[in-house]
């Protein structure tokens, strides 16, 4: 794939093997440092049965606990509510977002392996959350599980109106995954320097042409904040509150996830192809083997 706009990762080779972040067991090694049956994450697991590492990622492997294994926490989750993605949200919303109580946040695609932990740690924070999914179901998942305060389902109206609804007095902060409708619905009705953390915007990222937003001028008037970023900006120290927090929200019950889990290599296009169509709900994973 030859793309002339830039991007931080590279592109997927044809005829090669997808990678992504995952979970290994080491079982065979050259390196002291990953003894055999070592549990280690890392963004260069191929969708293989096994793949060879060279000694050279060896900093980008990162080893988990020995104790992951007999821990009320599956597994599953070090790549999805305490992987990476969810350090995405945590390190944005309290970094970029510096959520206060009594803030009004709106979250599009909300039930995504990001947007739900948004959602819940503004919640946690005591913010007002309002969310925008592709489906009833979704709704009912983001109102009922995740105590979201309001949520709609953006296929069904403009998104302004549901927004406007949602938020007569308007929002603080936009957490932006989608662009397009969304990102322009949100700077209606964002108030005055209010806050817009870019982390993605997938409505755009198979369109040729993009979506012409028309109201930019907003960010001028209102003085708003829009800010991208990488995760790979977030320190290790932010790192380290992360897993501690997340990990005991998680076993006292105040954050819940959904995983969106296929079984083995041959369905795992499929599973790919349906993350570009929301087909997903919650974290999107390939479980290629038991560990």
């Not at 995952?22 to 090694?29: D, H, L, N, P």
């Not at 990162?62 to 995405?88: C, N, Q, W």
């Not at 949602?166 to 108030?191: F, H, M, R, S």
Request: hydrophobic share 40%; glycine share 10%.
């Amino acid at each position: 794939m030859i793309s002339s706009t830039y991007s931080y990762i590279s592109s997927y080779e044809i005829n090669g093997a997808f990678n992504s972040y995952g979970i290994s067991e080491v079982v065979e090694t050259k390196n002291a440092k990953f003894p055999v049956g070592t549990l280690v994450t890392s963004p260069y697991i191929r969708w293989e049965e096994q793949t060879v590492l060279p000694s050279s990622i060896a900093k980008d492997l990162t080893i988990l606990p020995a104790e992951v294994r007999d821990s009320k926490i599956p597994l599953s989750a070090y790549i999805g509510v305490l992987g990476m993605h969810s350090f995405t949200a945590y390190g944005s919303l309290l970094d970029i977002g510096q959520p206060k109580a009594g803030e009004t946040i709106y979250i599009s695609a909300a039930s995504g392996a990001v947007g739900q932990l948004v959602g819940q740690i503004a919640r946690l924070k005591g913010l007002r959350v309002i969310g925008s999914v592709g489906s009833d179901d979704k709704v009912d998942y983001l109102l009922k599980e995740l105590r979201f305060d309001a949520a709609f389902n953006y296929k069904k109206e403009k998104i302004v109106d549901s927004l406007r609804a949602a938020a007569p007095e308007g929002i603080d902060i936009y957490y932006e995954n989608v662009g397009g409708e969304a990102l322009e619905a949100a700077l209606e009705v964002l108030k005055p320097h209010g806050r817009i953390i870019a982390c993605g915007m997938v409505s755009g990222y198979n369109s040729g042409e993009g979506y012409n937003v028309k109201n930019l001028f907003q960010i001028v008037t209102k003085r708003l904040t829009i800010k991208g970023f990488l995760v790979v900006d977030f320190n290790e120290e932010l790192n380290e509150r992360f897993r501690k927090d997340v990990s005991e929200w998680i076993l006292n019950g105040d954050i819940v996830y959904k995983e969106d889990i296929t079984e083995g290599l041959d369905d795992a296009p499929e599973a790919f192809v349906g993350l570009f169509h929301g087909k997903n709900f919650g974290k999107a994973l390939v479980k290629i083997t038991d560990l």
